[in-house]
């Protein structure tokens, strides 16, 4: 019995990645191609990496599927939805990031007739929490100079565009593939850079004890004579040795491409923290004033979503359905003279 468990549970295990294939193997690509793409010549990479990947893209597709959207982005809606004027400070602000985006622009210009009249675009943005003093209503009385916690976003950034919600959500898997990849790359330059300044400690200790060498000798010293003690001297020498233990460990100058697949074996198995997601939900006023519990009650949480990268600062993110009519077209001002001119 106990074998047949082991079979069963294997074959239960191994079952999701065969249903997966096509979109592991693509992914395997994918990062072969970002990495190194001699990769492929190690033997059996596609088994090492089937299992590592479909994790990966199980969490990208949790982090992906988290994000809050779409809503509905047209200017008019910027004071009916919560969302829309917690992120934005006015409706201008929202009509000024339409307009200067090329990939609002680029998915604009290919839509075809029939499709729907709108583009789905991820935006980003930096939330800060800042402590003020303002008005409120306690019990009944107005009171003034009171504690309270204002909300901003800062840094608006249309990360990417497409015609349809599912497209852009696949739009966004792949840049997060992306990330995982350029984190590899990430990782062996901050490992190169590491050694090279473990090379040059090294070569300071070994010249140290060198000037020791020529001074015990008798021989000519360009430099002032440097007395060192038998304590300075055993330290020195425990630490070159500590150096040159360490450095053949790290030594990458020349990396093999085994060494390669192990850093992005580590990547992938630690993706859980490279990429995280959090949902959140706000209650603020028309101020984007945290409101207290008492009086959050009465208002509509605005909900967004923040998502963690390695390496980068937090970002709010929300998926927004905007109107074609509302994305400029036209990037110079002689074009859009000329469209208006052929309108009269």
């Known amino acids: 019995m106990g074998l047949i468990r082991r079979v069963l549970?294997?074959?239960?295990?191994?079952?999701?990645?065969?249903?997966h294939q096509a979109e592991i193997d693509t992914a395997i690509e994918q990062l072969l191609y970002e990495i190194n793409p001699r990769l492929r010549f190690l033997p059996g990479y596609r088994e090492t990496l089937s299992r590592p990947v479909w994790n990966t893209l199980k969490h990208i597709h949790?982090?992906?599927?988290?994000?809050?959207?779409?809503?509905?982005?047209a200017t008019r809606q910027w004071n009916l939805t919560p969302a829309l004027r917690a992120l934005f400070a006015s409706r201008s602000d929202m009509e000024k990031l339409f307009h200067?985006?090329?990939?609002?622009?680029?998915?604009?210009?290919?839509?075809?007739?029939?499709?729907?009249?709108s583009c789905h675009a991820m935006?980003?943005?930096?939330?800060?929490?800042?402590?003020?003093?303002g008005i409120a209503l306690r019990g009944g009385i107005m009171q003034?100079?009171?504690?309270?916690?204002?909300?901003?976003?800062?840094?608006?950034?249309?990360?990417?565009?497409?015609?349809s919600e599912s497209g852009l959500r696949e739009k966004l898997k792949a840049f997060a593939l992306e990330f995982v990849a350029h984190k590899v790359l990430a990782?062996?330059?901050?490992?190169?850079?590491?050694?090279?300044?473990?090379?040059?400690?090294?070569?300071?200790l070994r010249a140290r004890m060198r000037m020791k060498l020529r001074q015990d000798n008798g021989k000519a010293c360009l430099c002032d004579r440097v007395e060192y003690g038998d304590g300075e001297m055993a330290e020195i020498c425990t630490l070159i040795k500590e150096k040159e233990a360490l450095l053949s460990q790290t030594a990458i100058h020349q990396p093999t491409l085994q060494y390669f697949m192990d850093q992005l074996l580590l990547v992938l198995n630690s993706v859980g923290k490279l990429l995280q997601v959090h949902e959140i939900s706000l209650h603020l006023d028309n101020m984007n004033i945290l409101?207290?519990?008492?009086?959050?009650?009465?208002?509509?949480?605005?909900?967004?979503?923040?998502?963690?990268?390695a390496g980068h600062s937090a970002r709010i993110m929300l998926i927004a359905r905007v109107p074609l009519d509302e994305v400029l077209v036209h990037d110079d001002m002689a074009a859009r003279i000329d469209h208006a001119l052929k309108q009269l």
């Open 100 to 117: 200067r985006d090329p990939s609002l622009r680029n998915c604009s210009a290919t839509a075809q007739s029939g499709q729907p009249a």
């Open 144 to 163: 003034r100079e009171v504690p309270q916690t204002q909300i901003s976003f800062t840094d608006h950034r249309i990360v990417a565009a497409a015609g």
């Open 187 to 204: 990782n062996i330059a901050a490992a190169r850079s590491e050694c090279e300044g473990m090379e040059q400690e090294l070569a300071l």
């Open 9 to 19: 549970g294997h074959y239960l295990k191994q079952k999701p990645i065969q249903l």
């Open 291 to 309: 409101l207290d519990a008492p009086e959050a009650g009465a208002v509509k949480p605005v909900e967004l979503t923040e998502v963690l990268r």
């Open 123 to 133: 935006i980003a943005a930096t939330m800060q929490v800042r402590k003020v003093l």
């Open 62 to 73: 949790h982090v992906i599927g988290g994000i809050a959207g779409p809503v509905d982005a």
